[in-house]
T-cell receptor, first 116, second 113 residues
Framework: AQKITQTQPGMFVQEKEAVTLDCTYDTSDQSYGLFWYKQPSSGEMIFLIYQGSYDEQNATEGRYSLNFQKARKSANLVISASQLGDSAMYFCAMREPQGGNTPLVFGKGTRLSVIA | GAVVSQHPSWVICKSGTSVKIECRSLDFQATTMFWYRQFPKQSLMLMATSNEGSKATYEQGVEKDKFLINHASLTLSTLTVTSAHPEDSSFYIC?????????FGPGTRLTVL
C-alpha cells in the first residue's frame, strides 16, 4: 500500500491566488514527520515545510502552510498569493519515526502551474 | 546550514561502462546517507541506505551488484553504476541527516547512450 498519496497529478492556479495541494498518508506509527518539497526543472529538492506528528499547531513558513488533520491522516500544503516562480513539482513525504535517521518516502507529486 | 554536494552534476556515458557518483556532506558528518533515483516525470524512489563502515542496505528490486555503494568516510558516499545501460539513465539524488533534519544533494543526471 502506498504510504503517501497525492491525488492531483497537475494543478493550475491564477497568480496571486491561493492553492491547496493534497496529501494523505498511511502509518501505524505514533511518531512521524511530514515534509513538503518543491522541485523545479533544475531537479534540486527545495525544502518547504515540516510537520511533526506531535505538533498541535499547523506549521507555517512564509507563504506556505500545512493543513494537518491527524485523524484524517492528511497533510495538505497551502500556498498563498501564488507567484509565477511557484510553478514546479511538489512532493509530499513522510519519515518514520519523527527525527529518526531514516529515509523519506515520497508521494508521486503534483505539478503546479501558475498562470499570469 | 548543512550542505550536501554531489559530483558530477551530469554525466553522459556509453553503454557498458561504469560511472561513479560522489555524495559529500560538506560541514557535518553523516554515518548514514540515502540514495534515490528519479526517472523522468516520476517521484523519488529510495534505492539504498549507505552506512559508514558497513554494507549498504538495498531496497527490494535494486541490484546490489549493479549499483555499488561505498561509504568510505563520515563525509563521503559513492554510488557506482556498473555496466550502465540506457535504462539506467535517470536522476540520482543523495541525502543525509544532520541532527535530525534532512538535506538533499543537488542531484546527478546520468544519460547512458
Amino acid at each position: 500500500a502506498q504510504k503517501i498519496t497525492q491525488t492531483q497529478p497537475g494543478m493550475f492556479v491564477q497568480e496571486k491566488e491561493a492553492v491547496t495541494l493534497d496529501c494523505t498518508y498511511d502509518t501505524s506509527d505514533q511518531s512521524y514527520g511530514l515534509f513538503w518539497y518543491k522541485q523545479p526543472s533544475s531537479g534540486e529538492m527545495i525544502f518547504l515545510i515540516y510537520q511533526g506528528s506531535y505538533d498541535e499547531q499547523n506549521a507555517t513558513e512564509g507563504r506556505y502552510s500545512l493543513n494537518f488533520q491527524k485523524a484524517r491522516k492528511s497533510a495538505n500544503l497551502v500556498i498563498s498569493a501564488s507567484q509565477l516562480g511557484d510553478s514546479a513539482m511538489y512532493f509530499c513525504a513522510m519519515r518514520e519515526p519523527q527525527g529518526g535517521n531514516t529515509p523519506l518516502v515520497f508521494g508521486k507529486g503534483t505539478r503546479l502551474s501558475v498562470i499570469a | 546550514g548543512a550542505v550536501v554536494s554531489q559530483h558530477p552534476s551530469w554525466v553522459i556515458c556509453k553503454s557498458g561502462t561504469s560511472v561513479k557518483i560522489e555524495c559529500r556532506s560538506l560541514d557535518f558528518q553523516a554515518t548514514t546517507m540515502f540514495w534515490y533515483r528519479q526517472f523522468p516525470k516520476q517521484s523519488l524512489m529510495l534505492m539504498a541506505t549507505s552506512n559508514e563502515g558497513s554494507k549498504a542496505t538495498y531496497e527490494q528490486g535494486v541490484e546490489k551488484d549493479k549499483f555499488l555503494i561505498n561509504h568510505a568516510s563520515l563525509t563521503l558516499s559513492t554510488l557506482t553504476v556498473t555496466s550502465a545501460h540506457p535504462e539506467d539513465s535517470s536522476f540520482y539524488i543523495c541525502s543525509a541527516s544532520p541532527s535530525g533534519s534532512l538535506v538533499f544533494g543537488p542531484g546527478t543526471r546520468l544519460t547512458v547512450l
